[in-house]
């Protein structure tokens, strides 16, 4: 797997620090996929890894069977779907806010040109006048 971005390490630190603390072997896999569930599955099936053990010990504190690993992977996919959305939300919120800044702008800079041409023109029409009236007195 190539490097990860910054955001990405990021996102995996607290699970490096657990993972460590729990003296655990782990390894960082990033997936994209809008199906969360499904290509979680996938991954774990394309690895050759058996989650959904019964009755494996961890570390003595208590057992694991099917149901509890089948939460706990349903939890973590809606985790990571949850996560996501609000990822989308938050960019969503900085485009919108972008956008209206840009429409902010836009909008200042075709008053200024409004501005400007209507005080050409009113330099113009006095130009104009001033030369009729220089016209007029010459005549």
Same mark, same amino acid.
């Given at each position: 797997? =190539?490097? @990860? ?6 996102? +995996?630190?607290? *699970? ?5 603390? /729990?003296? $655990? ?44 690993? =089948?939460? @706990? ?6 985790? +990571?779907?949850? *996560? ?5 939300? /938050?960019? $969503? ?47």
């Amino acid at each position: 797997m =190539g490097r @990860l971005d910054w955001q990405t390490v990021e996102l +995996f630190l607290p *699970f490096h620090c657990y993972c460590t603390r /729990m003296d $655990m072997k782990f390894e960082d896999v990033v997936l994209d996929d809008p199906d969360i569930a499904k290509v979680l599955i996938e991954h774990i099936s394309s690895c050759g890894i058996r989650p959904l053990t019964k009755s494996r010990t961890m570390r003595g504190r208590f057992q694991w069977d099917d149901t509890i690993l =089948g939460q @706990l992977y349903g939890d973590l996919a809606l985790k +990571f779907f949850t *996560f996501r959305q609000d990822v989308v939300e /938050m960019e $969503m919120l900085r485009l919108k806010s972008e956008l209206n800044q840009t429409k902010e702008m836009y909008r200042e800079v075709c008053r200024e040109a409004l501005a400007a041409t209507q005080k050409e023109r009113a330099e113009l029409t006095a130009a104009m006048e001033a030369a009729q009236d220089a016209d007029g007195i010459a005549a």
